[in-house]
């Protein structure tokens, strides 16, 4: 059964996919922001796999990071919960890298590239500052690092209407109103919250069916 939260909380990997437009069902995001102990759906993702992968590359940058002038923080050194008047956003980057006044803010994903992993180091750099005292007035970058490649994120990527649509994202999860919902099939097969709490959930392959027309 559902529990309400006492003050809206929002984990930062619930926003990229908002952000980009990859996912329009804002209610998801609010109904976890808002709730607790939800029932969740049953995919077919392989945790445990996907852990060990994400663990040996982060490892594996940790080692390629370390130096005689730099400070490198990992995971939970990095937590943080950033508390406002809408809501509470909550983050865990997985390494950050800071020399002297210069900080590296860097997400591994062991999957495939998506344009969604930008996004939230994005976030990351914006929140940060915020919230540890060492990196504040320094000069952020970010990086998504994949097994073959790495995307480099330049200083001066968070523009300020970057930073407005983030902002206001929040604010709308945040409200006591939550926002209209957007089931169709190629959401809903992602999504985490079951059929017990979403009376609108679609299961299922729906597909799109090709109807005939001789207009053209």
């Known amino acids: 059964m559902p529990q309400l939260r006492e003050h809206p909380y929002i984990?930062?990997?619930?926003?990229?996919?908002?952000?980009?437009?990859?996912?329009?069902?804002e209610w998801s995001v609010w109904f976890?922001?808002?709730?607790?102990?939800?029932?969740?759906?049953?995919?077919?993702?392989?945790?445990?796999?996907?852990l060990m992968r994400h663990t040996a590359l982060l490892n594996q940058?940790?080692?390629?990071?370390?130096?005689?002038?730099?400070?490198?923080?990992?995971?939970?050194q990095n937590a943080f919960r950033?508390?406002?008047?809408?809501?509470?956003?909550?983050?865990?980057?997985?390494?950050?890298?800071?020399d002297d006044r210069d900080a590296t803010v860097i997400d591994v994903k062991a999957g495939r590239e998506q344009a969604w992993h930008r996004v939230q180091v994005m976030i990351y750099q914006y929140a940060l500052p915020l919230v540890f005292p060492q990196f504040?007035?320094?000069?952020?970058?970010?990086e998504v690092v994949y097994p073959t490649r790495t995307v480099?994120?330049?200083?001066g990527s968070l523009s300020k209407q970057f930073i407005q649509e983030l902002v206001n994202l929040i604010r709308r999860l945040g409200s006591?109103?939550?926002?209209?919902r957007a089931p169709?099939?190629?959401?809903?097969?992602?999504?985490?919250?079951?059929?017990?709490?979403?009376?609108?959930?679609?299961?299922?392959?729906?597909?799109?069916?090709?109807?005939?027309?001789?207009?053209?």
């Open 176 to 180: 006591d109103t939550p926002p209209g």
């Open 32 to 50: 976890k922001a808002h709730y607790r102990d939800w029932s969740k759906s049953e995919g077919d993702f392989d945790q445990s796999e996907w």
């Open 82 to 98: 950033l508390r406002g008047k809408a809501a509470t956003l909550a983050g865990r980057p997985d390494l950050v890298v800071l």
């Open 61 to 76: 940058q940790k080692a390629e990071r370390a130096g005689d002038n730099r400070c490198v923080y990992v995971e939970g």
């Open 152 to 155: 480099q994120i330049p200083q």
């Open 136 to 142: 504040r007035d320094v000069r952020f970058h970010g």
């Open 184 to 216: 169709s099939w190629s959401e809903c097969r992602f999504c985490d919250i079951s059929g017990l709490d979403c009376s609108e959930r679609i299961d299922g392959d729906h597909g799109l069916e090709d109807i005939e027309t001789d207009a053209f």
């Open 11 to 25: 984990w930062t990997t619930w926003l990229p996919k908002l952000l980009t437009g990859e996912t329009c069902c």
